[in-house]
């Protein structure tokens, strides 16, 4: 099979990747494997010789290891999905080395650590999903360097801390969805969130946190909602449910157009609901 670009198993019950099929000699070529909704245990140290391979998509399997570094020798891969599976640890650092990926699914696993610095090296990155895992730590600075990034989901995990809003505001002309729900920052909103202009969804939503004591863990985001959310005309989905946000809804709330839920309770808000979200009439 020296000649096949393209090798796709999905939807079966394999339990194993024969060697044979994924030796260099048989795979030289290969570009594109598929092997998701399987039932596979483990990848094969052969595969990570495939160094023409660009789309490896292993999703939905039941593997139960850390990352293989290995996987960081696939240079030319441009998407990489090892989501719902059972992959433990930490991000290892030679997937940095993958500055070709454009699409990185890691969510529903069992992942930990932080997120490096040094996923400002993958350039051409345009959606990173770790949503549901336990990555922890504060979002870095660096993650306002991925100038092609426009989803970012890093939902149900430990994130904590302040946002780096400033460098989120970088992302202002690729940055469509966002969703950090369900952490534990303790963020405010800042002004710069206006300049993400290209978003569509925002997800601040459930990161007021208690333990099974009532005792508070996380406040989630405070003080007050800038002004400049009203920039954001093309959102269609707000959540900022459940945190601690306070003072007075802005009236630019009325100018995002295109919006379809807005979710705000279990908030600290006061005053009256401003007239201009009558508006708001999708």
Do not use: C
């Amino acid at each position: 099979m020296s000649q096949l670009r393209v090798l796709d198993l999905d939807q079966n019950r394999i339990e194993e990747i024969p060697s044979g099929i994924i030796l260099p000699s048989n795979g030289s070529r290969l570009e594109e494997l598929y092997l998701s909704n399987n039932k596979i245990v483990a990848l094969p140290d052969e595969m990570f010789q495939l160094r023409n391979v660009k789309y490896l998509w292993m999703s939905n399997n039941q593997i139960s290891s850390p990352i293989p570094s290995g996987l960081g020798t696939m240079t030319k891969l441009e998407e990489l999905d090892l989501e719902l599976n059972f992959f433990t640890g930490s991000i290892p650092s030679e997937i940095f080395n993958l500055v070709n990926l454009h699409n990185l699914y890691l969510h529903d696993n069992l992942l930990s650590g932080t997120i490096s610095s040094s996923i400002s090296q993958m350039t051409s990155l345009e959606i990173l999903d770790l949503d549901t895992n336990h990555i922890s730590g504060a979002v870095p600075t660096q993650i306002g360097l991925l100038s092609q990034l426009s989803e970012l989901y890093l939902g149900d995990n430990e994130i904590v801390g302040q946002l780096p809003w400033a460098q989120l505001a970088l992302l202002n002309r690729t940055l469509t969805k966002f969703d950090i729900s369900s952490n534990y920052l303790n963020s405010t909103i800042g002004s710069q969130i206006g300049s993400l202009s290209k978003l569509v969804t925002l997800r601040l939503d459930n990161n007021y946190r208690v333990d099974d004591d009532d005792t508070i863990i996380s406040n989630g985001f405070q003080g007050t909602i800038p002004g400049s959310i009203g920039n954001l005309n093309q959102l269609v989905e707000l959540r900022m449910d459940n945190n601690f946000i306070a003072g007075s809804l802005p009236a630019s709330l009325g100018k995002l157009k295109k919006l379809v839920t807005l979710r705000l309770e279990g908030n600290n808000l006061k005053s009256s609901i401003p007239s201009e979200l009558g508006s708001l009439t999708r």
